[in-house]
């Protein structure tokens, strides 16, 4: 059988044909899949948007105001482990369920921190906030922009964290002893245990402020002299070494040890 050129020709114009028609289809189908799922994504990112559009207050402006002295109410609303493990000097735990009940004296900046991805406790606290006439602003980033600014935050003291390491310069009981008899003058010994425990022993003439209390009441620490802080074992005398050095004391020495509060120690104690 013979074919001329011109059916030859026909045939493969078919063919490419048939060709162009199956990636053309295949263009639009997959354009169609790939703009479905632009669309999605974008639609997601607007809801986050939309999420997140509510006043904020950046990390370098809040620590500015704090500096200056300006009236600042700060409530956490994350959970209670969250806030323990760390949080912002001075600031106030609250649950979403007492924020509604929350007053705020006139001329002062209530600020809410929360984690930066916690966004629906955001909107939702943020319509209770909108029910009252006080100015309010959210931590812009949430506390994972505080700790990324470098500003200070009170944690709870981890022996594991090579950073709360860090904040904690240690003093031996033989030390200490030595300096009592040297200049007992010169030195406070810090009591940080719980008030139960300290009226059951504690080192005589030590100044006491349980270490729940001490972020509230730190303007009662005695500066300008070598403070050494423990509590009723080594672990609560670390975690006042790392509060005190939250706080702004970098000055205070740790006690090492589990012994200063027995009979072995060679300190008078009390009562």
């Known amino acids: 059988m013979t074919y001329s050129r011109t059916s030859i020709h026909d045939k493969r114009a078919l063919v490419v044909g048939s060709v162009l028609i199956v990636f053309v289809g295949a263009y639009f189908i997959s354009r169609s899949i790939f703009q479905k799922e632009d669309i999605t994504e974008i639609q997601s990112v607007v809801i986050d948007t939309k999420k997140t559009d509510v006043p904020t207050i950046t990390s370098d ?30 600031s106030v735990p609250l649950s979403l369920s007492a924020l509604s009940a929350l007053s705020v004296e006139k001329e002062t900046i209530l600020v809410i921190v929360l984690s930066e991805s916690d966004f629906q406790k955001m909107e939702t606290s ?29 944690s709870m003291g981890d022996p594991n964290s090579l950073i709360d390491q860090s ?3 240690y003093i031996e009981l033989k030390t200490l ?6 200049d007992a003058s010169k030195m406070v010994l810090f009591d940080v245990q719980t008030n139960e425990n300290y009226q059951k022993k504690h080192i005589a003439g030590a100044f ?24 009723e074992n080594a672990d609560i005398s ?13 000055t205070a020495q740790t006690l090492i040890g ?11 104690l009390e009562p």
């Not at 409530?75 to 760390?86: K, L």
């Not at 002893?177 to 040297?182: A, R, V």
């Not at 006491?208 to 509590?231: A, C, K, T």
Request: proline content about 3%; cysteine-free; aromatic content about 10%.
């Open 177 to 182: 002893k030595t300096l009592l008899k040297e």
């Open 238 to 250: 670390y975690q006042g070494g790392v509060r005190l050095a939250d706080l702004g004391v970098f």
């Open 167 to 169: 904040k904690v310069n």
């Open 61 to 90: 402006v809040l620590w500015k105001k704090m500096q200056n002295g300006d009236k600042i109410h700060i409530i956490d609303i994350r959970s209670e482990t969250a806030f323990e493990e760390a949080h912002i000097a001075h």
């Open 208 to 231: 006491h402020i349980p270490l729940s209390e001490l972020e509230r009441r730190v303007e009662e620490v005695p500066f300008g002299r070598i403070i050494v802080v423990y509590g």
């Open 126 to 154: 943020k319509n209770i906030l909108e029910q009252k006439s006080s100015p309010f602003f959210f931590l812009k980033g949430g506390i994972e922009a505080w700790k990324n600014f470098g500003a200070p935050v009170i």
């Open 258 to 268: 589990n012994t200063h509060l027995s009979s072995e120690s060679g300190l008078t």
